[in-house]
C-alpha cells in the first residue's frame, strides 16, 4: 500500500489537490491526525563538485589502464601506455579540459579506446524471385452434366463422353430396374476450369468447383438433394462426394461400356441396386 507522503507527491505531480475534510456529521468519530516528516530534498551539486567527483573517479580507472598497458608486449599497446602516463601528469590546464570531455561518459573510459564491433555481413541481394512453398501446375479439364431426378437426387453424366442414343436407352432401363424414375431433368452443363491459371492444389480447387456448382443450382431450382448417381469413370469422378456428408454418391459404368458385354451388366446389377435401396430408404424417410 502506497505510503501517505508517496500518495501525496503522486496526486502533486498529476495536478490533484490534496483531499482534506472540511465538515464533521453529527456523532462522528474524530479523524485521526497523522503527521510525517517529509524527506528532504537532496541539492544540487554545484558543476566544480561534480567536476571533481568525476576526475576521482576516473583517476583509478586510469591508473588500472596503464598498468594493464605497461604489461602489454605490443607496440600499440605500449603508445597507449605512454598516452595515459602522459594524461596522468598532464597540466591542470589539460587535465581539466579532458575532464569537461569525460563528464558525458559513464565512468570516464575514452571511447577510442574501446574495440570496435564489426557489423553482421549482411548477405547481397540476388536477383533469384522467391519460390513458393507448393509448385504451381496446370488446372484439371474436364467437363459434366448435371441432371436431376424427381427434385430429389443428382445425375452427374459425362460432358466429353457424352451419351449415344443406345446408352442413353440403357441408362433409362438401368433407373427403372433400380426403382427409380427411368426419365431425368437436366439442368446445367459445367467447363472446368473456369480460368486456365495455374494452381498448387488442382484437385481440391476442381472438387471445391465442382461442390460449389451442385449448391447453386440446388439453391436455384430450390432442390433438396439427398443422394446422387456418377455416371461414368472419368477424371472428376473420383472427386465427386469425397467431403459432402449429406448426399450419398453411387457410381455406376458408363453405359456405352455396357452395352455389348452381358457380364459387365450382370456385375452392375450390385451398384444398381444399392442404389435403388438407397433411394427407397430416402423417399420413406421424407413421407414420415
Request: some cysteine; glycine content about 8%; charged content about 25%.
Amino acid at each position: 500500500m502506497t505510503a501517505d507522503p508517496q500518495r501525496l507527491q503522486y496526486l502533486e505531480a498529476m495536478g490533484v489537490p490534496a483531499w482534506v475534510s472540511r465538515y464533521r456529521f453529527t456523532n462522528a468519530k474524530a479523524t485521526e491526525q497523522s503527521e510525517w516528516v517529509e524527506p528532504a530534498k537532496r541539492e544540487k551539486p554545484a558543476p566544480g563538485e561534480r567536476l571533481h567527483a568525476l576526475l576521482d573517479r576516473t583517476e583509478p580507472v586510469e591508473e588500472t589502464r596503464r598498468r594493464s598497458d605497461a604489461s602489454d608486449a605490443t607496440s600499440t599497446d605500449q603508445a597507449s601506455a605512454s598516452e595515459s602516463t602522459g594524461a596522468a601528469t598532464a597540466p591542470h590546464g589539460e587535465r581539466t579540459g579532458r575532464a569537461r570531455a569525460l563528464l558525458g561518459a559513464e565512468i570516464g573510459l575514452d571511447e577510442s579506446r574501446k574495440p570496435v564491433e564489426e557489423a553482421p555481413a549482411t548477405p547481397a541481394p540476388t536477383d533469384e524471385p522467391a519460390t513458393d512453398a507448393g509448385v504451381a501446375a496446370e488446372p484439371l479439364r474436364f467437363s459434366l452434366h448435371l441432371a436431376v431426378l424427381d427434385g430429389r437426387w443428382w445425375l452427374l453424366l459425362p460432358g466429353e463422353r457424352a451419351l449415344s442414343k443406345a446408352g442413353e436407352a440403357l441408362l433409362q432401363q438401368m433407373l427403372a430396374a433400380a426403382g427409380m424414375p427411368a426419365r431425368w431433368q437436366s439442368l446445367a452443363h459445367l467447363r472446368w476450369p473456369l480460368m486456365p491459371t495455374p494452381t498448387t492444389d488442382p484437385e481440391g480447387e476442381a472438387r471445391e468447383g465442382i461442390e460449389v456448382f451442385c449448391a447453386g443450382q440446388a439453391r436455384r431450382n430450390g432442390l433438396t438433394i439427398d443422394g446422387a448417381i456418377v455416371v461414368g469413370d472419368e477424371s472428376w469422378t473420383a472427386l465427386v462426394g469425397a467431403a459432402s456428408a449429406s448426399t450419398t454418391f453411387h457410381r455406376w459404368p458408363h453405359p456405352d461400356d455396357l452395352l455389348g458385354s452381358v457380364s459387365a451388366k450382370r456385375d452392375s446389377w450390385v451398384q444398381l441396386g444399392a442404389a435403388g435401396k438407397r433411394w427407397r430408404t430416402t423417399s420413406d424417410d421424407a413421407e414420415r
